[in-house]
């Protein structure tokens, strides 16, 4: 008998002193020690060929900025007790009024020289959605997603459909001459001379390149995590292509219990590996930790396939992850007494 009694506690000491019980991993465990910041928010500006040797000074200053500017517009929000709704929607707005960022008035121009527009907008705490694809005069398309998801009993609506409803909703409306700026017009020119075969360089960050979005992902005072994107597409698309933007699961997604999500890269490679909601997945069903999740899906997944991009995460707790495959991408976080921007592959995050 006192034999059988110092076996099993043998067995009790040896499992109290594993760092894993059973059921539970050592992810889980670290997880379950933190503590929520009180509030997060992080935000990108596309990722691709961005290279500090073909970005001027100032115009590395300007990016800078209105990085800046955004997240300082949605840290006050929720600072103050604001919902992360709010502070996505006006965060992004920021963005989308900027010329430098492919969303809203700078967005790319497709194969016949117009914009296409499309944002998508999810909510962690029900799931809600909603998102709009094919915009062409809605001024802030985040705004159009929002509306879908508050006023509609639907979850994505594309264009002459979704500029009627926008207008039924009494949403800002522009000319879309509004959307023109010579730098993304002129890449679309040069994006069809590639087309044609001739050799071209790239001038300036993402200038030359095909792609670009915004996303913005917050954590409020109460626990609830929102994340939205918005974007022009890819230069001289066709054929009312849309990406991963307005596919809810491929460049967004948003569950309190686990993470929200806002993605940006070669949007077919998102759709096709559903890439904000794997990230989200993995938390749920392999209890890896946010960091775990994105670098997976990032430099696992989307390399081993060919996508390129990046996306921006924040988890339950506030923990923040912005990997990218790409050479930079234009992103940035705010905490309580913390701000971070970046745009280069060589800037570490703290
Ligand atoms: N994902 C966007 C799209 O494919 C573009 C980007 O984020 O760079 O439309």
Known sequence: MGKICVFYLAIIALAMSCDTVPGQNKSQLEMSEQTKAEYAIAIHGGAGTILKENMTPEREMEYRQALKEALITGEAILQSGGTALEAVEKTIHVLEDSPLFNAGKGAVFNNEGQNELDASIMQGIDQN??????????????????????????????????????????????????????????????????????????????????????????????????????????????????????????????????????????????????????????????????????????????????GSGGLIAIDKYGNVSMPFNSRGMYRGYARPGEIYIAIYDDEKQP
């Open 129 to 306: 959605a909603g998102a709009a694809g094919g915009l062409r005069t809605v001024k802030n398309p985040i705004s159009a997603a929002i509306a879908v998801m508050n006023h509609s009993e639907h979850v994505l609506l594309t264009g002459n459909g979704a500029e009627r409803f926008a207008r039924d909703q009494e949403l800002e409306t522009v000319d879309p001459e509004y959307f023109y700026t010579e730098r993304r017009w002129e890449a679309m020119l040069r994006a069809i001379e590639e087309e044609k075969g001739v050799e071209l360089s790239e001038s300036d960050g993402l200038e030359g390149k095909k792609h670009g979005t915004v996303g913005c992902v917050a954590l409020d005072q109460y626990g609830n995590i929102v994340a939205g994107t918005s974007t022009g597409g890819m230069t001289n698309k066709r054929y009312n292509r849309f990406g991963d933007v307005p596919i809810i699961g491929a460049g967004t997604y948003a569950d309190n219990a686990t993470c929200g999500v806002s993605c940006t890269g070669h949007g077919e490679y998102f759709i096709r590996y559903a890439v904000a909601h794997d990230v989200h997945a993995r938390i749920k069903y392999l209890n890896q930790s946010l960091q775990e999740a994105t670098d997976e899906v990032v430099h696992g997944t989307l390399v081993n396939k060919g």
